[in-house]
């Protein structure tokens, strides 16, 4: 009797992953790393001007091999537009992915999305006062030389800073409550929505007002070498560094006691990691715009694929995220040629919808 009532009452055991050897998670990450070269080279062919693969190769070649031969305008296409724009996604996607992964992994919830819970809106309002605030006070001289990286350097600013609010309100008994994360972050996204428009309004030329407005909704249309430098410098770092945190991820999904009695300082983590993940957030949407669920969708489709262990879920997550942004931006090129859809767009379409079968989901496994 009393095995039954044990057994009626326990909580209904996690369903294993189907990758669930080390072996065969490696085999995935090489995989997805081997699948990601395709998708790169589709995003180099497809567009509003069709180019063949001899043009994409000869374009590429002709910068390593002197006697390589490819057309002027293949040449222009592909080395001064399409590959900078398709190695800001793959960087772009990849850390979106890999700091919704640690977020997700410190918050201990699958359905913390660095956008819905207000990150993503922080680093806008970093980005956006640094974009049209600041020329007001500075000199064009200095702004014009520093821009590139004084606007990553504000959203990430923005972004840490609300990270830290929005972990603060969350509190609850020292553990992070899902509607108050929630209701914060649709409360952080309404007030930068609303200093946004409020710039917009008052503040901002015709000219700032176009570009920040497409800005907003996601595009990779500005991507040039400059920004691809500013990219490597402000997101490389952190997508590098995160994976030190995989294990102490793993103590922290036992919870914080247990974390600690393993030996790991979990104040000091729970601390880097927020703090490089912001950083992750802010940097991408200071250089692309507001694009969201990336951070979402990855990591619950490798989370399905391998299970939760971060020592495989971070770079397997980061390879998904440069794979769908690198689908969504070559959709976005293509569905309105020779016009542009923003990213933002495409991607919440996406993603909304596996947001809310997360939610169903979580919501029956309650009421089970």
Same mark, same amino acid.
């Given at each position: 009797?009393?095995?039954?009532?044990?057994?009626?009452?326990?909580?209904?055991?996690?369903?294993?992953?189907?990758?669930?050897?080390?072996?065969?998670?490696?085999?995935?990450?090489?995989?997805?790393?081997?699948?990601?070269?395709?998708?790169?080279?589709?995003?180099?062919?497809?567009?509003?001007?069709?180019?063949?693969?001899?043009?994409?190769?000869?374009?590429?070649?002709?910068?390593?091999?002197?006697?390589?031969?490819?057309?002027?305008?293949?040449?222009?296409?592909?080395?001064?537009?399409?590959?900078?724009?398709?190695?800001?996604?793959?960087?772009?996607?990849?850390?979106?992915?890999?700091?919704?992964?640690?977020?997700?992994?410190?918050?201990?919830?699958?359905?913390?999305?660095?956008?819905?819970?207000?990150?993503?809106?922080?680093?806008?309002?970093?980005?956006?006062?640094?974009?049209?605030?600041?020329?007001?006070?500075?000199?064009?001289?200095?702004?014009?030389?520093?821009?590139?990286?004084?606007?990553?350097?504000?959203?990430?600013?923005?972004?840490?800073?609300?990270?830290?609010?929005?972990?603060?309100?969350?509190?609850?008994?020292?553990?992070?409550?899902?509607?108050?994360?929630?209701?914060?972050?649709?409360?952080?996204?309404?007030?930068?929505?609303?200093?946004?428009?409020?710039?917009?309004?008052?503040?901002?030329?015709?000219?700032?007002?176009?570009?920040?407005?497409?800005?907003?909704?996601?595009?990779?249309?500005?991507?040039?070498?400059?920004?691809?430098?500013?990219?490597?410098?402000?997101?490389?770092?952190?997508? =590098?560094?995160? !994976?030190?945190? @995989?294990?102490?991820?793993? /103590? $922290?999904? *036992?919870?914080?006691?247990? %974390? #600690?009695?393993?030996?790991?300082?979990?104040?000091?983590?729970?601390?880097?990691?927020?703090?490089?993940?912001?950083?992750?957030?802010?940097?991408?949407?200071?250089?692309?715009?507001?694009?969201?669920?990336?951070?979402?969708?990855?990591?619950?489709?490798?989370?399905?694929?391998?299970?939760?262990?971060?020592? =495989?879920?971070? !770079?397997?997550? @980061?390879?998904?995220?440069? /794979? $769908?942004? *690198?689908?969504?931006?070559? %959709? #976005?090129?293509?569905?309105?040629?020779?016009?542009?859809?923003?990213?933002?767009?495409?991607?919440?379409?996406?993603?909304?919808?596996?947001?809310?079968?997360?939610?169903?989901?979580?919501?029956?496994?309650?009421?089970?």
């Amino acid at each position: 009797m009393l095995s039954t009532a044990v057994s009626d009452t326990a909580p209904a055991a996690a369903p294993r992953p189907p990758l669930s050897r080390p072996k065969d998670r490696r085999r995935l990450i090489w995989v997805l790393a081997v699948l990601l070269v395709p998708f790169a080279l589709a995003s180099l062919l497809i567009g509003p001007m069709e180019l063949s693969l001899r043009e994409v190769f000869g374009a590429i070649a002709e910068r390593v091999f002197p006697f390589a031969v490819t057309t002027p305008t293949g040449d222009t296409v592909v080395w001064y537009l399409r590959l900078p724009r398709t190695l800001l996604a793959i960087v772009v996607g990849g850390g979106l992915a890999m700091a919704g992964a640690s977020m997700q992994g410190v918050f201990r919830n699958p359905l913390a999305d660095p956008g819905i819970i207000g990150v993503s809106g922080g680093g806008a309002i970093g980005a956006i006062t640094m974009m049209i605030l600041v020329p007001k006070w500075v000199s064009p001289e200095f702004i014009s030389t520093f821009n590139l990286y004084l606007t990553p350097l504000a959203a990430m600013v923005g972004a840490i800073l609300m990270t830290a609010l929005i972990y603060t309100l969350s509190l609850r008994r020292g553990q992070v409550d899902l509607i108050s994360m929630l209701l914060v972050g649709i409360a952080i996204n309404a007030l930068g929505g609303a200093f946004i428009g409020l710039l917009n309004t008052f503040v901002a030329t015709a000219e700032e007002l176009q570009s920040v407005t497409f800005w907003t909704m996601g595009s990779l249309h500005r991507a040039t070498w400059e920004l691809i430098f500013a990219a490597a410098l402000f997101i490389l770092v952190p997508v =590098f560094t995160l !994976p030190r945190f @995989a294990r102490a991820l793993n /103590a $922290l999904a *036992l919870g914080e006691e247990d %974390a #600690a009695h393993l030996g790991i300082d979990v104040r000091r983590v729970k601390r880097g990691i927020i703090a490089l993940s912001a950083s992750l957030v802010g940097a991408s949407v200071a250089l692309c715009g507001m694009i969201g669920f990336i951070a979402l969708v990855a990591p619950h489709i490798v989370r399905v694929a391998i299970g939760a262990d971060h020592r =495989f879920l971070m !770079p397997a997550s @980061a390879l998904v995220g440069a /794979a $769908l942004l *690198l689908a969504a931006d070559m %959709a #976005a090129r293509v569905i309105v040629a020779p016009a542009e859809l923003s990213i933002g767009i495409l991607t919440g379409l996406f993603g909304a919808p596996v947001f809310l079968s997360l939610i169903i989901k979580r919501n029956r496994q309650h009421r089970a």
